[in-house]
């Protein structure tokens, strides 16, 4: 067995243990919410919308692991830029933020998010933010191997969900779902919250009658994020959403999908221990989903998100577009 | 450069390696194809193999009870049959019946690959045959198995074509038919020439004592018979109470290998025996005089007592599972020590090393799970990969 002194963690994962203890988001970030400005959402309520890190910090994500890749490519030693970073944390300056504001012109950060609101307010779907206040699920620390940390951080957020009221949260983000339903339930006790997936609550609003139609014909194929699938067993609910929607031709990959469906590479910290590996990774799932001839490869992951893009760009196959479930249903909302 | 870093290293390499990619995609395309066959030729499998996740829930807790009615059954067919507490007695009791300047063939063995069997007797002055062609080709090679089943799955036939023109100074062709007999002709005259034959075991079934081996070459039935010394080495995980279970859980671990029959399945349970002449028994008639079984435990017995990951032992070792996993699928057996993939991890934590060796490849798990899905008992290295980090976070006092 190993002795006090070794130090295996991978100073990757223990960067988002920092950000997740000391800044309450996976990113480090100082400011939350900014998805939700111009969005007329209530604030609180029994059931809130449950907004996660990643789809908040799409860009400072990605402009963190490119940067990050580029360097491991060139086998350049990038774990030290993480300490960099660090250290920028505790002065205050996020250097996501701040890289994103340099070079990235992308917009991405929260539009899943904004899409996903609106779409669930046109279903006629009743639902607040806790916005700045939303704790933070923490569940990389238990899959970092914090476990206790990460039942301390549980019955924190417990806490602030009873302060609020909070009976049903409806989520986004795949792992946070898991946490919130599987996980929070051993760790706190008491925990009685009722936990949705977006994706559930838009099958149910298509039960209802709910007509979602593109402006286009599309050819969509859909790849099941390792959590919604083999974990919540949300395999069912996008191919009945993306069926339903007019104007997609839905295709699918021919073996690897729902619960065989590939993991991108991006799973379980592994893009901030392995960079380059995890790049490759990501490039041989696009080149499966590429073989249905979609142009749209839609997810519901902002980790799988990343991941994939970065692979579509790799493989130079820039007409086909990476997009989230909650961008394509708000592409096809029905004039009002 | 700290071990972490080392095979940081290493995984990056094998991971820009295409030929690892190529062979790789060609051999999960195929496995693929072979299981679902098989499948569905045999539908009755996936039953079959809850049932033995059941056989194997109720063996590993009584592992040791099993293992020793397991060598009295043996002992009473007139075999030998030893525990091995770690690799070291294991190689002192092959030693003892070795000795030195000995031929030997070897059918493939994980648990010889495990204690390094084939480099000691080498060193011990021996001339040893790895028969099975692919652990064969990586002898020739100098290199280690890539996977638990297909040892040589990331060599191209270009590459064996070398190697096999090396071993015998004759041109080969890279043609797979040729590469294959011209391996056979090689080997051929060593099976008989052999003072002793090695082997492993897939299933023992402690009631009988019978061990039971599948194999498609048809090398390792040679090995078991052919020279006058059969050795068997076996991990203590693989004995089940009865000759029945013993057949379940063949079969399914061949069906998740991929095969809806092997060619052969081998059922040893004593030395060869005549008792044709006046009735009198005699050993040693056309197959070996003696039989030696030796179980290895090292870590077992303790791994078997841990609850939270008893069940990385249910493993069959079908393989099954690495043709699911996306990293083997680009770094074959880089991701992995002695044992591959998340089980692997696992393995390396308990069995062939320890929890700081391990945490490397305990950190480079997905957790994606589509191992788990695969797994004819659905063993659940991910969960068990996220519960040794929590481990290894306390060992080092985070």
């Given at each position: 067995?190993?002795?006090?002194?070794?130090?295996?963690?991978?100073?990757?994962?223990?960067?988002?243990?920092?950000?997740?203890?000391?800044?309450?988001?996976?990113?480090?970030?100082?400011?939350?919410?900014?998805?939700?400005?111009?969005?007329?959402?209530?604030?609180?309520?029994?059931?809130?919308?449950?907004?996660?890190?990643?789809?908040?910090?799409?860009?400072?994500?990605?402009?963190?692991?490119?940067?990050?890749?580029?360097?491991?490519?060139?086998?350049?030693?990038?774990?030290?830029?993480?300490?960099?970073?660090?250290?920028?944390?505790?002065?205050?300056?996020?250097?996501?933020?701040?890289?994103?504001?340099?070079?990235?012109?992308?917009?991405?950060?929260?539009?899943?998010?904004?899409?996903?609101?609106?779409?669930?307010?046109?279903?006629?779907?009743?639902?607040?933010?806790?916005?700045?206040?939303?704790?933070?699920?923490?569940?990389?620390?238990?899959?970092?191997?914090?476990?206790?940390?990460?039942?301390?951080?549980?019955?924190?957020?417990?806490?602030?969900?009873?302060?609020?009221?909070?009976?049903?949260?409806?989520?986004?983000?795949?792992?946070?779902?898991?946490?919130?339903?599987?996980?929070?339930?051993?760790?706190?006790?008491?925990?009685?919250?009722?936990?949705?997936?977006?994706?559930?609550?838009?099958?149910?609003?298509i039960k209802r009658g709910v007509k979602f139609r593109l402006p286009n014909k599309v050819k969509v194929t859909y790849h099941d994020p390792c959590f919604m699938s083999r974990l919540l067993g949300l395999i069912e609910e996008p191919r009945h959403i993306l069926r339903s929607v007019e104007g997609v031709e839905f295709v699918e990959v021919e073996y690897a999908k729902g619960e065989w469906s590939t993991c991108c590479g991006g799973g379980g910290g592994f893009e901030v221990i392995f960079p380059e590996v995890s790049h490759i990774l990501a490039m041989n799932r696009v080149k499966?989903?590429?073989?249905?001839?979609?142009?749209?490869?839609?997810?519901?992951?902002?980790?799988?998100?990343?991941?994939?893009?970065?692979?579509?760009?790799?493989?130079?196959?820039?007409?086909?577009?990476?997009?989230?479930?909650?961008?394509?249903?708000?592409?096809?909302?029905?004039?009002? | 450069?700290?071990?972490?870093?080392?095979?940081?290293?290493?995984?990056?390499?094998?991971?820009?390696?295409?030929?690892?990619?190529?062979?790789?995609?060609?051999?999960?395309?195929?496995?693929r194809k072979n299981v679902e066959e098989a499948l569905k030729k045999f539908p009755h499998t996936l039953e079959l193999a809850e049932e033995v996740r059941k056989v194997k829930e109720k063996s590993i807790p009584r592992m040791e009870e099993l293992v020793q009615q397991a060598c009295e059954a043996i002992q009473e067919n007139r075999g030998k049959a030893f525990i091995a507490h770690t690799p070291q007695e294991a190689l002192e009791i092959i030693d003892g019946i070795v000795g030195s300047g000995k031929l030997i063939v070897k059918g493939k063995s994980l648990t010889g690959e495990?204690?390094?069997?084939?480099?000691?007797?080498?060193?011990?002055?021996?001339?040893?045959?790895?028969?099975?062609?692919?652990?064969?080709?990586?002898?020739?090679?100098?290199?280690?198995?890539?996977?638990?089943?297909?040892?040589?799955?990331?060599?191209?036939?270009?590459?064996?074509?070398?190697?096999?023109?090396?071993?015998?100074?004759?041109?080969?062709?890279?043609?797979?038919?040729?590469?294959?007999?011209?391996?056979?002709?090689?080997?051929?005259?060593?099976?008989?020439?052999?003072?002793?034959?090695?082997?492993?075991?897939?299933?023992?079934?402690?009631?009988?004592?019978?061990?039971?081996?599948?194999?498609?070459?048809?090398?390792?039935?040679?090995?078991?018979?052919?020279?006058?010394?059969?050795?068997?080495?076996?991990?203590?995980?693989?004995?089940?109470?009865?000759?029945?279970?013993?057949?379940?859980?063949?079969?399914?671990?061949?069906?998740?290998?991929?095969?809806?029959?092997?060619?052969?399945?081998?059922?040893?349970?004593?030395?060869?025996?005549?008792?044709?002449?006046?009735?009198?028994?005699?050993?040693?008639?056309?197959?070996?005089?003696?039989?030696?079984?030796?179980?290895?435990?090292?870590?077992?017995?303790?791994?078997?007592?841990?609850?939270?990951?008893?069940?990385?032992?249910?493993?069959?070792?079908?393989?099954?599972?690495?043709?699911?996993?996306?990293?083997?699928?680009?770094?074959?057996?880089?991701?992995?020590?002695?044992?591959?993939?998340?089980?692997?991890?696992?393995?390396?934590?308990?069995?062939?090393?320890?929890?700081?060796?391990?945490?490397?490849?305990?950190?480079?798990?997905?957790?994606?799970?589509?191992?788990?899905?695969?797994?004819?008992?659905?063993?659940?290295?991910?969960?068990?990969?996220?519960?040794?980090?929590?481990?290894?976070?306390?060992?080092?006092?985070?």
């Amino acid at each position: 067995m190993s002795k006090r002194g070794e130090r295996s963690v991978p100073p990757g994962l223990l960067l988002f243990k920092d950000n997740i203890l000391y800044k309450n988001n996976l990113f480090g970030i100082s400011s939350k919410s900014k998805w939700a400005r111009e969005l007329s959402i209530p604030v609180g309520g029994e059931t809130i919308f449950f907004a996660g890190c990643g789809y908040q910090f799409l860009d400072e994500a990605k402009a963190t692991l490119s940067l990050v890749l580029a360097l491991d490519r060139r086998d350049l030693p990038w774990e030290k830029t993480l300490w960099v970073t660090k250290t920028l944390n505790h002065l205050g300056v996020n250097s996501g933020e701040l890289y994103t504001k340099l070079v990235s012109h992308s917009h991405l950060s929260g539009e899943p998010l904004r899409c996903a609101s609106i779409v669930l307010q046109r279903i006629g779907v009743k639902f607040g933010s806790l916005f700045e206040e939303e704790p933070c699920c923490a569940a990389p620390l238990y899959y970092i191997g914090f476990q206790e940390e990460f039942a301390n951080k549980a019955i924190a957020t417990h806490k602030i969900l009873q302060a609020k009221g909070v009976k049903k949260v409806i989520t986004m983000v795949p792992s946070c779902t898991f946490a919130l339903k599987n996980l929070f339930p051993i760790f706190v006790k008491g925990w009685r919250v009722e936990v949705h997936h977006f994706l559930e609550v838009v099958c149910e609003g298509i039960k209802r009658g709910v007509k979602f139609r593109l402006p286009n014909k599309v050819k969509v194929t859909y790849h099941d994020p390792c959590f919604m699938s083999r974990l919540l067993g949300l395999i069912e609910e996008p191919r009945h959403i993306l069926r339903s929607v007019e104007g997609v031709e839905f295709v699918e990959v021919e073996y690897a999908k729902g619960e065989w469906s590939t993991c991108c590479g991006g799973g379980g910290g592994f893009e901030v221990i392995f960079p380059e590996v995890s790049h490759i990774l990501a490039m041989n799932r696009v080149k499966e989903l590429l073989e249905t001839g979609a142009s749209v490869i839609v997810t519901s992951c902002p980790g799988c998100l990343i991941q994939l893009s970065e692979g579509v760009k790799k493989l130079k196959a820039p007409e086909v577009e990476v997009i989230d479930m909650a961008q394509l249903l708000w592409r096809a909302l029905p004039e009002e | 450069m700290p071990k972490f870093e080392e095979y940081k290293k290493k995984l990056k390499e094998a991971a820009r390696n295409p030929q690892i990619s190529l062979a790789l995609s060609r051999a999960i395309k195929s496995y693929r194809k072979n299981v679902e066959e098989a499948l569905k030729k045999f539908p009755h499998t996936l039953e079959l193999a809850e049932e033995v996740r059941k056989v194997k829930e109720k063996s590993i807790p009584r592992m040791e009870e099993l293992v020793q009615q397991a060598c009295e059954a043996i002992q009473e067919n007139r075999g030998k049959a030893f525990i091995a507490h770690t690799p070291q007695e294991a190689l002192e009791i092959i030693d003892g019946i070795v000795g030195s300047g000995k031929l030997i063939v070897k059918g493939k063995s994980l648990t010889g690959e495990e204690i390094d069997l084939r480099e000691h007797l080498e060193n011990r002055g021996n001339e040893v045959y790895e028969t099975d062609l692919g652990e064969y080709i990586i002898q020739l090679l100098g290199s280690k198995p890539m996977h638990i089943l297909a040892p040589a799955v990331h060599v191209t036939k270009e590459e064996v074509a070398t190697l096999l023109s090396q071993a015998s100074g004759e041109e080969v062709p890279p043609d797979i038919k040729t590469e294959v007999a011209k391996a056979r002709e090689i080997l051929r005259d060593k099976f008989f020439r052999a003072d002793i034959g090695m082997s492993g075991a897939n299933v023992v079934a402690a009631n009988t004592g019978t061990l039971f081996q599948i194999e498609n070459e048809g090398n390792i039935r040679l090995c078991g018979s052919a020279p006058p010394i059969h050795i068997v080495l076996v991990g203590m995980e693989k004995v089940v109470p009865t000759i029945e279970d013993a057949f379940k859980t063949i079969e399914v671990t061949w069906r998740f290998a991929g095969y809806s029959v092997p060619s052969y399945v081998n059922l040893v349970s004593g030395p060869s025996k005549t008792g044709d002449i006046e009735k009198v028994t005699t050993y040693g008639a056309h197959g070996p005089k003696e039989l030696t079984v030796i179980f290895l435990d090292a870590g077992r017995s303790q791994l078997a007592k841990d609850l939270e990951f008893r069940e990385a032992l249910y493993c069959l070792r079908c393989g099954g599972c690495l043709y699911e996993c996306p990293l083997f699928a680009v770094t074959a057996g880089h991701f992995g020590d002695k044992y591959f993939g998340g089980i692997g991890a696992l393995w390396t934590a308990f069995i062939t090393g320890n929890l700081a060796e391990a945490s490397p490849l305990i950190y480079s798990c997905l957790t994606c799970g589509r191992c788990k899905i695969r797994c004819p008992v659905k063993i659940d290295s991910p969960r068990m990969c996220v519960d040794l980090r929590k481990r290894i976070v306390m060992e080092e006092g985070w």
